[in-house]
């Protein structure tokens, strides 16, 4: 027979509260923690001593930083937690982990202190500065170990000339990586007549669908569903600004909106697979020697 009053609300530990209890965890930079009082959320960057208590600083999605007294009152993957001073034998075994199986931002095994090679023939090119500086982030120590140049195009309009300037061969092998390579588009026609080149057997050209490579990073990075839709005409970088509610008048704004987007770039699983696929691509292309 059912109890029509349900269970006995006392029976148990009535006393923990809904999100559970706060369990005690160290408080390791890095770790993104909020703040229940005021929402504030960061990534945990310090924690210091002050005016006779400990602080740990936090810093935000846009650089930011709040300083809030270490213990309690703090949410991590939404569960409470009371925010410890990091001793030293955590520090040794993170460490000891992180050198154990550590990779660069690539997902590549890291090679521990090997030397970058000479530059090598072969080169990487890229449209833009902010291509350049996201693929140094995410690629660098492994184009540095192969010794791979990435070198700035300042757009595609000339690819042929770019091409036969730079002369590739079977040792001196070209990536060429493009923005907005979609069909039917000025750069889809650009490229297709570069690959009629008598060089083109040297070079590889692969792209994305983005209007910008800041589109490649995930939006979920910047707590988006989806990187705003801006409508043909209006200028892209300044616009897709204005819509996140940050400055986008000046060049200086755009350098600095980027800066703040590049910053929540930690490794390859922050950017789209697209991307990701034809960088990939590109780099084996360059460094892996392949038959005539």
């Known amino acids: 027979m059912s109890d029509r009053y349900g269970t006995d609300v006392l029976s148990g530990d009535w006393r923990v509260p809904r999100g559970g209890r706060a369990v005690a965890t160290e408080a390791e930079t890095g770790l993104v923690v909020e703040d229940v009082q005021t929402g504030y959320v960061g990534a945990i960057v310090?924690?210091?001593k002050a005016g006779g208590m400990q602080v740990v600083?936090?810093?935000?999605?846009?650089?930011r930083r709040r300083g809030f007294p270490?213990?309690?009152?703090?949410?991590l993957d939404g569960k409470p937690v009371v925010l410890t001073v990091p001793t030293a034998e955590s520090h040794a075994a993170l460490a000891a982990a992180r050198a154990q199986s550590a990779r660069t931002a690539s997902g590549s095994r890291a090679v521990a202190h090997a030397p970058a090679k000479v530059a090598a023939g072969s080169r990487l090119f890229v449209e833009g500065r902010h291509d350049a500086e996201l693929v140094e982030k995410i690629w660098g120590d492994d184009l540095r170990v192969e010794g791979v140049v990435v070198e700035l195009l300042e757009g595609v309009d000339d690819l042929s000339a770019v091409i036969r300037d730079f002369a590739p061969s079977a040792e001196r092998r070209m990536g060429v990586l493009v923005d907005h390579l979609v069909p039917g588009t000025k750069e889809d026609r650009i490229v297709r007549a570069a690959e009629k080149l008598p060089e083109s057997r040297w070079v590889k050209?692969?792209?994305?669908?983005?209007?910008?490579?800041?589109?490649s990073v995930r939006p979920a990075r910047l707590d988006l569903t989806a990187w705003p839709i801006i409508e043909r005409g209006r200028p892209w970088k300044q616009s897709v600004l204005a819509e996140l509610g940050w400055a986008h008048d000046t060049q200086a704004d755009?350098?600095?909106?980027?800066k703040q987007i590049l910053g929540t770039v930690r490794s390859y699983s922050d950017l789209e697979p697209t991307l990701l696929a034809s960088v990939e691509e590109l780099i084996d292309f360059v460094t892996v020697p392949q038959e005539d």
């Open 70 to 75: 270490l213990g309690p009152g703090f949410l």
């Open 254 to 258: 755009v350098a600095r909106g980027w």
């Open 46 to 48: 310090s924690v210091e």
């Open 57 to 63: 600083h936090l810093e935000d999605r846009r650089g």
């Open 205 to 215: 050209v692969l792209g994305h669908p983005y209007v910008d490579v800041w589109q």
